[in-house]
């Protein structure tokens, strides 16, 4: 068993998830690990290196398919996390039929300096479909390297080494990535990360700690926050973030405008983080499509067709400008078994319209949860854009006093009841469910929240 951290540990760790330490987590464990399962739990926990939030683990899966994880007693959950992988749902009966077909072709793996029809025809596709001129693509196993491949690319096309991105943002765990990112989870107890990383802070228009309650106020101090460094430290290679953040904090497409018009004015490159955002969580195909086109467009996750790690940037023609140099030499850079994933992954989004059905099913569920929100004090905010929603749990409305506790209870008692997602910053409930998930499966899911919401504020302890 884990050593119980302390407090402040436990705040630091829930900006990413929630812990995996708490007393609740323990009771969820001695009430739901099936016999068979606490033997795999166990050897998990004896042979894994520990680390915050992925070991000791919540339970045992022993399947996945469509909306859905399944654990060893056979019961099924409403898998709203997913890791952002299942887009196209778990083990979509067509990306899984392109992977054995790759298989079966005998073409997997791509020794660098070759290459194979599957890798160009997604660097192809993905020229098709990311808007406004992006055409030239690279990939890598992961979203934390791709990230990495878009500020080495900024810096060589630029000349320069700095960066401004934003607090609380999450880009991956390698050292670059990481040194972008703005949760000192990932920055505690390691030393220097990257020299010339700065952070800002991205407009939050329900939390925000100036007092303003007009947007346009929020964004314009978040603005000037970005025009204030970019005058101060004239050598910046890039600006990058999520064009929506985590839990979701959806900005106003004037904030981003704003940005591209700051990166341009001052010569840097806006580089989009879309690993979660993309592939049609938003309600479009790419999340800059609400807003503005980057110089460079960050892929992950989905990318794999759930069943890959893959991952890649796509950029435009006028930084096409390095052959001399290597931007991502990765070994698995034209795999073309993740290739096949990957368009099939695709595909799948593009025919059965997942996008679209993201943008429906997105507003009903936001319809629905703002209902809720006017019968449930304990929800202080409800935001969302297509499946990416986040509920924001508070102790009174008043002062937003996040409602930590209340939300780890919510969270295992819904789990218990067959749905599945992650807290954000210990209080807020984010729903990022697989994009065919069917309205029947989120009404489940709605009912679910709406009577442990309930129960938890006529005081429901776990
Ligand atoms: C927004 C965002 N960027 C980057 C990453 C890193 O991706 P990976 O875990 O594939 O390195 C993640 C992973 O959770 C993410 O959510």
Redesign the pocket.
């Given at each position: 068993m884990p050593k119980t951290p302390s407090p402040n540990d436990q705040r630091m760790q829930r900006e990413q998830g929630d812990v995996n330490t708490t007393h609740n987590r323990k009771r969820y464990w001695e009430r739901n690990l099936a016999p068979e399962s606490r033997k795999w739990f166990d050897e998990d926990c004896r042979y894994f290196l520990h680390q915050s939030l992925s070991t000791p683990v919540l339970n045992v899966i022993a399947g996945a398919e469509g909306a859905c994880i399944r654990d060893q007693k056979g019961r099924s959950y409403i898998d709203m996390h997913g890791?952002?992988v299942h887009n196209a749902g778990f083990n979509h009966p067509a990306v899984v039929a392109a992977v054995r077909r790759q298989l079966d072709e005998g073409l997997t793996f791509c020794p660098r300096r070759y290459t194979n029809i599957p890798a160009i025809q997604l660097a192809k596709k993905l020229a098709e479909i990311t808007p406004g001129g992006l055409c030239r693509s690279l990939f890598c196993p992961?979203?934390?390297?791709a990230?990495e491949m878009a500020l080495t690319l900024s810096r060589q096309v630029t000349g320069r080494f700095k960066t401004i991105s934003f607090w609380d943002s999450?880009?991956?765990?390698?050292f670059a990535?990481a040194g972008v990112g703005g949760e000192e989870h990932f920055h505690g107890g390691i030393g220097p990360l990257l020299p010339g990383a700065f952070h800002v802070d991205f407009p939050n228009y329900y939390r925000n700690p100036w007092g303003f309650s007009r947007e346009e106020d929020v964004d314009a101090e978040c603005l000037r926050q970005i025009e204030h460094v970019l005058a101060r430290e004239p050598e910046m290679s890039a600006v990058i973030g999520?064009p929506i953040s985590?839990t979701p904090v959806i900005p106003s497409k004037r904030y981003w405008e704003g940005v591209r018009a700051l990166c341009d004015r001052y010569g840097a490159l806006l580089v989009f983080?879309e690993?979660?955002e993309g592939f049609g969580r938003t309600g479009k195909m790419f999340a800059c499509e609400h807003y503005v086109t980057p110089d460079v467009l960050v892929l992950?996750?989905s990318l794999g067709g759930g069943l890959l790690?893959f991952?890649g940037i796509v950029t435009h023609e006028k930084y096409n400008t390095l052959p001399h140099r290597s931007i991502g030499h990765y070994t698995h850079e034209k795999n073309a078994l993740c290739a096949a994933a990957a368009l099939a992954e695709i595909g799948v989004i593009e025919r059965e319209r997942l996008a679209e059905h993201s943008a429906r099913l997105g507003a009903c569920t936001l319809q629905r949860l703002n209902e809720m929100k006017n019968r449930h004090p304990l929800i202080g905010h409800v935001a969302g854009l297509g499946l990416h929603i986040g509920i924001d749990l508070v102790r009174d409305p008043a002062t937003k006093e996040r409602a930590v506790d209340e939300a780890e209870i919510v969270m295992f008692k819904c789990l218990e009841r067959g749905l599945s997602f992650k807290t954000i910053d210990g209080n807020v409930l984010t729903l990022r469910p697989a994009l065919v998930i069917t309205q029947t499966e989120m009404d489940r899911a709605l009912d679910i929240l709406d009577q442990t919401i309930g129960e938890v504020e006529r005081g429901g302890s776990y």
């Open positions: 890791n952002g992961g979203g934390s390297e990230i999450f880009h991956g765990a390698g990535a999520e985590a983080d690993i979660i992950g996750k790690p991952a």
